[in-house]
């Protein structure tokens, strides 16, 4: 069994600056990792948290909080073969805000497309989206902008503890096919929570065996 080291990954770096952004992107052409996307408020940060362990990641009630890329480092260890690897991770500014100066919005746009044409092919796009809000516009005007990166592409529902009903669960559930029509490039769906632990067992294992897979 494979699985990431709860509580060993570390913060590197929170980046705002292009120019600091394109460096560091360009001495790290060929890393295998993790990239997190989605609107604000979807829980990314709390996914991170439930994933690599308790306060990786800032969690905050006001949407917009991560305001930078956030770049980790985590550990897969392989307890069979008593091997470990180190892996990149990325908490990339969300998405889709109301709220914002222009300049802002201007500058996050210059972030995201920043990181997406230099970071490595290697790293996997985690694209949380909200359950009880499928596919809000913002999402389907990301989900078109980022086909062209190549990209392998999970999208991640989360906030499923909020689907109260079997109804509004499986009114979810049946939108999947017509998702990965619209969604070509997207490989995997998963539904979680962050708050109550469904589904992260399982975008582990998706996590781990793509890192592990890129990395031989
Ligand atoms: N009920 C429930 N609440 C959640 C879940 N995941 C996150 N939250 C809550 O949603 C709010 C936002 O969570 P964050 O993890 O900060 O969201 P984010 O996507 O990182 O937000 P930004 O960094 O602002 O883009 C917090 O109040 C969390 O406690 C979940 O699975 N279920
Ligand atoms: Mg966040």
Redesign the pocket.
Known sequence: MMNIQKGKSEFLMGIDKIDQLTDWLNEHHFINGVAFI??????????INSLFGKKT??????????RQVNIFSFIVEDRVNKKEKTFYLF?V??YGHADVSKEMAVNWQNLLDTFFRLCSEKVLLLN?QDARHPLQEADIVFQDYIKIFDLETYVLF?????LKTQSERSLLRNRMPEIYQKFKWVKQIHF?????GDGIPAVEQAIVEYVMREAT
């Open positions: 989605g609107r604000s408020n979807v829980g990314k940060s709390s996914l990641a800032r969690v905050s009630n006001t949407p917009g909080r991560t908490d500014p969300g949380i989360n906030k499923v503890d909020k979680t929570s962050a708050e109550k």
